[in-house]
């Protein structure tokens, strides 16, 4: 494979794309004017914001989500690649940035490929179908006795070719075609293989630029000394000290803190350590993790709404014969992205330019609306690639952050955060409860089943509720319900979202029911499943490739969940043992996915694995705490990673499927910690219901 | 400020620095080179791992004095003809996510080869454990140092 490269100026493509507004109403991203185009260039072709062919064979992309790692950056590149028959040896990616012709560029809810999947289609569809009829033109030949395969389009009844290329200045004047014919998807030659990242060789040489990497000349860097305790406000400061360290060229007072304006990034950070700041206690100065555990416990006694009501669960419990009742809670949880984050901003030439390592590009802009007041054709945000996100950069605080640093200066600024500024200044998975129970009758049918949740929610209950009252099960009497909280700790989308609690809580509690019923987890499952067919898929194929059922070595033993989120389904078996010194060791997972048409299935298996072992850091491990208004953690010495050593064995499974593509970055997570759970309980018979445990 | 010269990349330079500067900001701030990762800033997370005299070594708090006269060997300097065996080990087993723990990974896993060409699972494991992946590539760099294993000894 070829090695990306950003050729085009990023600039160029903005006007490319910029007349294309109004195709907008026809519901998809049109480029209309081709004369426009064929005047800008005879060199090039481009029907739509998506593409742009050279005359020279080069097909360029444009990516219009953002790159953290789940290789978007090469599968939506292939769909595109597909219909348009394109040499995928001359593909080039750009990194789209923020305009309004791509619509929403919020890179969450695994929401990629299962929302661009059709839009990309038929943009490559209309490039092939008008370099087709502009080589059946020029060779004066009917267009159905043309073809395109790898870049090149044949006559049929003779030995005429001509490369995309050579099409370029006559395609460029045709009228771009509303309505397109998309391949067979049993005809599709790239989508479905396991291609190798575009960007993979620039990961490994040290070329790839993260926003941590981003330069520009005269470029100045900025640490924050950041608010100590939710609700604190700043009472005092001496920066003389600071202003003596060399290098550093200003302090000024922004919302988040005081900034450290440098040369570098020592000078900047040696600059932080001599402020001298006093901060007011503030409203939360007692704030701590114990007492509101005990909040959110008590909360789950009022009930603000009932999200499921089917049946009657009282009746139900009354005339069960085995009853379930458990209690769950997960603490808060931070992203902790590889890179932290980091945002550059420059006022120049009476306009804000941001380059943003950014999963929304959106929410950035608007921030920096807020903070400028400026224009909306006064800020200009671009797209840089990102060391991880996991929910974390769809906030926009550390681009306001930037903005409001570069206020002060002539030149770019970049902000940089340190490890621990970042893990105390998150927005967290929320913690929560949960009360969960179910009963079975005489026959073993599961009769009830009942869930209230406890937890923050910032005024939307589904940052707690999501995926509860989509287990599937076929149960007659169910009542779902929450009560949410208001707490200063902020709160936001964390890879997979509510269903990291929910899933733990159905899964967990569907095997405690088993067992106290004396039913096997997973023959219980198919038969509350047996009207779902992709549930039911997952759920078999993990069960037969783990040998569900046949016997394990001594001291072994497994468990199973399965959780469908955001179009997606995953069944997991988790295998373990435990050590003499009663640590358990996570031994093998195999999971079985289903994504509908799948992509790139090592794109897909590369973000199982990727899930799995994020999900296991969390159960074993994961626990943001408040002690006295702030978080505790800091670094990863007490928010630990996952190590080598404790990674099992991950074997992906994926469902041959001819459904609609969606995603795989999240999925993954939810259904591994219940399925690890209900492994320990299988050992050791010890429920375990709060998270982490180790 | 003092001058400061090292080997960089199989060349000789000479710097006017602060020599308590951190290595991993000389090399980013004020050699250009930003394949060494600035990530937790304490030693813990192995992202800033570059190679002095042929040992893995965490460069965010090592004072740029301490290297004076030494061989140190970036990302970027890894490969003399094209990649190392071990970036194309990477590269074909696909093992990046988004990628930034992996400069420190790679250099790692060059250190422990240099030393031990045939390791198991379990020394991987004990060479490898203080490297941090955020993204959970771990199962992929342990097929990939196999495989550099491989390539290196044939």
């Not at chain 1, 292939?78 to 789209?96: F, N, P, S």
């Not at chain 1, 409203?283 to 701590?288: D, E, R, V």
């Not at chain 1, 929410?363 to 945000?381: M, S, V, W």
Request: glycine content about 8%; overall charge neutral; hydrophobic content about 35%.
């Amino acid at each position: 494979m070829t090695s990306q490269s950003n050729t085009l100026n990023r600039r160029d493509f903005i006007k490319l794309s910029t007349g294309s507004t109004a195709a907008l109403v026809l519901g998809l991203s049109w480029s209309c004017d081709g004369n426009r185009v064929a005047k800008a260039s005879n060199a090039t072709f481009s029907p739509n914001a998506y593409l742009e062919i050279g005359s020279d064979d080069t097909v360029r992309i444009v990516m219009p989500r953002s790159e953290m790692g789940q290789k978007i950056y090469t599968s939506l590149p292939m769909i595109l690649a597909e219909e348009l028959e394109a040499d995928w040896t001359k593909v080039k990616v750009i990194q789209g940035d923020l305009n309004e012709v791509f619509g929403s560029q919020s890179t969450g809810g695994s929401a990629s490929i299962r929302t661009q999947y059709d839009i990309l289609r038929k943009a490559g569809a209309t490039a092939k179908t008008m370099l087709i009829q502009a080589a059946a033109a020029s060779w004066q030949v009917p267009v159905e006795k043309c073809y395109a395969s790898e870049g090149v389009v044949y006559h049929k009844d003779s030995k005429r070719k001509s490369a995309y290329g050579k099409l370029v200045g006559q395609a460029a004047k045709l009228p771009v075609p509303t309505e397109v014919t998309l391949k067979d998807p049993r005809k599709f030659k790239i989508i479905g293989k396991a291609y190798k990242s575009l960007d993979g060789r620039s990961k490994v040489d040290g070329s790839l630029k993260y926003g941590y990497d981003f330069h520009l000349p005269g470029m100045l860097t900025a640490v924050i000394s950041r608010i100590p305790r939710y609700g604190s406000e700043l009472e005092g400061m001496d920066d003389s000290a600071a202003l003596t360290v060399p290098g550093v060229l200003k302090v000024v007072k922004v919302s988040s803190g005081v900034a450290v304006i440098a040369k570098n990034s020592y000078a900047a950070l040696e600059g932080r350590k001599k402020l001298e700041l006093t901060w007011s206690p503030g409203p939360h100065a007692s704030l701590n993790s114990s007492q509101i555990s005990a909040d959110l416990n008590q909360a789950l006694d009022r009930t603000d709404a009932i999200i499921r009501d089917d049946g009657d669960v009282e009746q139900a419990r009354r005339s069960a014969t085995k009853t379930v009742d458990l209690t769950f809670e997960v603490p808060y949880l931070d992203h902790a992205p590889q890179e932290p984050n980091n945002c550059t901003a420059h006022f120049h030439d009476g306009i804000c330019e941001i380059w943003a390592p950014s999963q929304n590009p959106g929410n950035g802009f608007n921030a920096a609306k807020r903070i400028t007041g400026l224009n909306d054709h006064e800020i200009i945000i671009h797209t840089l690639r990102m060391g991880g996100g996991f929910g974390r950069r769809l906030q926009a605080d550390y681009v306001a952050d930037a903005v409001e640093v570069a206020q002060h200066s002539d030149s770019p600024v970049k902000v940089i955060r340190t490890r621990d500024e970042d893990i105390k200044n998150g927005f967290y998975r929320p913690a929560s409860v949960h009360r969960a129970s179910a009963g079975v009758d005489q026959n073993g049918a599961v009769t009830f089943w009942q869930h209230q949740i406890s937890g923050p929610a910032a005024g939307w209950h589904g940052m707690i509720t999501g995926g509860a009252t989509e287990h599937a099960y076929a149960i007659p009497n169910q009542k779902i319900s929450y009560s949410m909280s208001d707490l200063p700790v902020p709160i936001g989308a964390w890879r997979s979202v509510a269903n990291t609690q929910t899933a733990f809580v159905n899964e967990c509690l569907l095997d405690e029911i088993a067992i106290k019923s004396d039913q096997d987890p997973v023959e219980l499952r198919r038969r509350l499943l047996k009207d779902h067919p992709r549930r039911l898929g997952v759920l078999n194929l993990a069960a037969e490739k783990a040998n569900w059922g046949k016997k394990l070595p001594d001291g072994h033993a497994a468990g199973v969940a399965v959780h469908k989120s955001f179009q997606s389904y995953v069944a997991i078996v988790a295998e373990v043992s435990q050590e003499k010194s009663g640590k358990i060791r996570v031994e093998k997972i195999t999971a079985a996915i289903d994504v509908g048409t799948v992509i790139n299935p090592d794109g897909v298996r590369s973000q199982v694995e990727g899930g799995v072992i994020m999900a296991l850091t969390a159960a074993l491990y994961g626990e943001i705490t408040i002690e006295k208004g702030a978080v505790k953690q800091s670094n990863f010495h007490n928010y630990p990673l996952l190590k080598f050593s404790e990674t099992p064995v991950i074997e992906t499974h994926i469902v041959k499927s001819m459904e609609k593509p969606t995603g795989a970055g999240e999925p993954p997570v939810p259904p591994t910690p219940p399925a690890l759970l209900n492994a320990i309980c299988a050992l050791t018979g010890e429920r375990i219901t709060r998270l982490p445990f180790s | 400020m003092e001058k400061v010269t090292f080997t960089l990349n199989h060349k000789r330079v000479t710097l006017e620095t602060d020599p308590e500067t951190p290595l991993l900001w000389v090399l980013r701030d004020e050699l250009g080179l930003t394949g060494t990762k600035y990530s937790c800033g304490m030693g813990i997370c192995g992202s800033c791992t570059v190679l002095i005299d042929g040992n893995a070594r965490r460069s965010c708090r090592l004072p740029v004095k301490s290297v004076i006269d030494k061989e140190v060997v970036t990302i970027e300097g890894l490969g003399v003809d094209g990649l190392h065996a071990v970036q194309n080990a990477w590269v074909e087993e696909e093992v990046p996510q988004c990628g930034y723990c992996q400069s420190g990974q790679i250099l790692n896993a060059v250190a422990l080869l240099e030393k031990n060409p045939d390791p198991s699972d379990a020394e991987i494991d004990r060479a490898m454990d203080g490297v941090l992946c955020r993204c959970g590539t771990y199962q992929r760099i342990k097929k990939a140092i196999h495989k550099a294993a491989e390539e290196v000894r044939s």
